[in-house]
């Protein structure tokens, strides 16, 4: 059994894991990996079968399960756990394609506000604001494809 830290969002959990090949066990779940690919996998979780789109970025995962999109990053315990996209990031936290920006250079936002709308993995993602601040530059376009960790909006501060 190997102790692991997994952080999701600013959150971090300390977990048990045991590996036995593709399966993986935490506890009561098992993870058993059927097949994977460059940008999704099949795996059978619980003993349902799941495809699950997933971006690796350094040593950040980016994944879509269960219709809710997650960003983990894995340590062993002892380790400093870190997550590459957090709250305060306009970045992009995968790649897809820049539906529609909802702002323009100079809008004051508060935090929470939706900047743009990103598609990807077949869903429409919200880019939100993660402060108060001023639209300082808008680094995208509609219909331009983007790369995880691109800064897609510049916020400056109130004040």
């Known amino acids: ?17 045991e590996r036995d090949g593709a399966t993986f066990r935490s506890g009561e779940r098992t993870v058993e990996i059927v097949a994977m690919g460059a940008d999704e996998l099949e795996a059978r979780v619980d003993g349902r ?26 340590a062993d315990k002892g380790a400093r756990a870190r997550a590459r996209h957090r709250d305060h990031s306009t970045s992009a936290p995968m790649p897809g394609m820049i539906l529609k920006i909802l702002v323009r250079p100079g809008d004051v936002v508060v935090k929470s506000a939706p900047l743009l709308i990103l598609e990807a993995m077949k869903m429409e993602h919200q880019i939100v604001a993660p402060r108060d601040g001023t639209i300082a530059t808008i680094n995208c376009a509609e219909g331009e494809l983007v790369q995880p960790g691109v800064e897609l909006v510049t916020l400056k501060d109130e004040g």
């Open 49 to 74: 079968l799941f495809v699950i789109p997933y971006a690796i970025q350094g040593s950040s995962v980016s994944f879509s399960y269960d219709g809710e999109i997650y960003f983990a990053d894995v």
């Open 1 to 17: 059994m190997t102790d692991k830290i997994v952080s999701i969002g600013s959150e971090q959990t300390e977990i048990d894991l």
